[in-house]
């Protein structure tokens, strides 16, 4: 590239050379005693075989053509991870010249015999990541959020008394997770009456919160739901994070009966057929900014 080569004496005597010459043992042979001047029988005949193999005449003085012509000297001051340029004697000033375009890149001359060299590069590509800590890798994943809870269960629980309670608390705990096997859905936690549950998709988690909203209503009881998606922190098997404590707001504003969502999933479901109310837009505590959050239409 002329970004890291400089303008080439001789380029257009090169592209005739490949042109006229390209395919041919001598002109291979020539260009294995550039890479390496002290290339034994093998090298030459390895060397020999694989450009052979490599490019067509055509192909050969295309690439060559666009390496040459390709300038990416603008791009190189954008580049953000750490940066190791290897070069050789005859390069030295085209490639510290590139080294100086990249921020905090690191400079190394090695020997420009090919044996050397070889020996040199894993080496130094070693040393250079191992003197570098590693930023450990987020475990994150994309996930839709289901909260669901039971509307007045305080109360609910005081009229029946505790053992007709616990018989309904058992029936509706049967008709949620008969739901979220049928959608498809995972549930993470199940805490007194409320579940918490995450889906690969957004559209699957409304329908399976309506069809447990109507499930668990011919069991008369009111439900609240609220789904969202985002960005979930994973330990060990379980999902965190504020995505997930925006799932639970959501929830919470729920009306009885209702199934409420983010801003985030009614754009993610364009198109799928479902329609929303608006709700206005709320403060969700622990949950900087202001959402906008919607309604499932049941119509």
């Not at 750490?82 to 375009?101: F, H, I, K, N, W």
């Not at 995972?186 to 699957?204: C, Q, Y």
């Not at 199934?259 to 057929?273: E, H, I, P, Q």
């Amino acid at each position: 590239m002329r970004a890291l080569r400089g303008d080439l004496p001789g380029a257009h005597r090169g592209a005739r050379a490949i042109r006229e010459r390209w395919g041919s043992r001598g002109y291979f042979e020539e260009q294995a005693g550039v890479i390496n001047p002290t290339a034994d029988d093998e090298f030459i005949d390895w060397f020999v075989t694989c450009q052979r193999f490599c490019a067509s005449p055509g192909a050969a003085l295309t690439f060559y053509r666009v390496y040459g012509e390709t300038d990416l000297r603008e791009m190189l001051p954008t580049i953000r991870v750490p940066t190791l340029v290897l070069y050789g004697a005859s390069m030295r000033e085209q490639m510290l010249d590139l080294a100086g375009r990249i921020k905090g890149a690191r400079a190394l001359e090695i020997d420009e015999n090919f044996a050397i060299r070889f020996r040199e590069i894993p080496r130094e590509v070693e040393a250079f990541i191992s003197a570098r800590q590693v930023e450990p890798v987020p475990d994150t994943v994309l996930a839709t959020i289901l909260f669901t809870d039971i509307v007045g269960s305080t109360d609910r629980a005081a009229k029946l008394g505790d053992r007709a309670w616990r018989d309904l608390l058992h029936d509706h705990h049967m008709a949620v997770r008969r739901e979220l096997a049928r959608f498809r859905g995972e549930e993470l936690d199940t805490a007194g009456d409320g579940f918490f549950a995450v889906f690969d998709g957004p559209a699957r988690a409304i329908s399976c919160a309506r069809s447990i909203v109507t499930a668990v209503g011919e069991l008369g009881l009111d439900v609240r739901a609220g789904v969202h998606t985002g960005e979930c922190e994973v330990h060990e098997g379980k999902v965190a994070g504020i995505a997930v404590s925006m799932g639970a707001r959501v929830s919470a504003a729920a009306a009885p009966g209702e199934v409420l969502v983010s801003s985030t999933v009614k754009d993610l479901v364009a198109g799928s057929g479902i329609r929303f109310e608006e709700r206005g837009t709320h403060e969700l505590k622990g949950v900087p900014g202001e959402w906008r959050l919607f309604a499932v239409d049941e119509a």
